[in-house]
DNA sequence: TTTACATATCGAAATATTTCGATATATTTG
DNA sequence: CAAATATATCGAAATATTTCGATATGTAAA
């Protein structure tokens, strides 16, 4: 990992949200409804819940999955109209490898 | 760790001033000079050599070091007029330990 | 005990982040 | 195709971070 995506993961990591939806997407069969399509849910959960469980603004929760999606701290897969976020265990895995 | 001590961490390593602070000194002998007084580079570098390596006003890396220090990822040692930094390997650990 | 050195704190200007509501776009369904 | 649903983007106001020079404080040396 380059010093640049490190320091972009971790301004990811310095908002309570932010840090929040990676952690609840550490189980999200436990912390989310199972999504109405037939995706399941351990491979990705759909925007709307995320945006749910987190009482923020939509447009506020886009930009934030937005930018956790860029700096690769999630992966993101399109299906239909729906949009699905999960972690990204091997970048992150790589982050606490940078600082070790 | 708690959420909040995180969140203050990732705060810390979303600059790229500190990242180099806390990487420079996983090697604090290949880093930086010897420390003039008698305390051993790997039992923490004295601030004067820290402010000289980055390039920014003494000001400033005085700043960054307290912040570092509040949120633990260093500890600080002071000895009669010099203040030395080493990592807090650790919290670091457990800063890791938290993502995964 | 004045001076020099090491570090910390203050106040401020520039820049970045947070978060929103409004609006745009894209897909599905009636 | 029109309406509904899901998500993205825009513009802006509030707040936070960055970084400085000036100054304060604490310790050591002359």
Known sequence: ?????????????????????LEWLKDP?????P??????????VCVTFIHEKTGLSQSTISTYLTSMLRCELLEMKR????TYFKRN????KAYCDYLL
């Open 1 to 21: 990992m380059k010093a640049k995506q490190f320091v972009e993961i971790s301004k990811c990591l310095s908002n309570q949200t932010r840090l929040d939806i």
């Open 29 to 33: 069969e436990g912390n989310f409804p």
């Open 35 to 44: 999504n109405t399509s037939s995706m399941p849910n351990t491979e990705g």
């Open 79 to 82: 299906v239909g109209k729906w």
């Open 89 to 92: 265990e091997k970048v992150i």
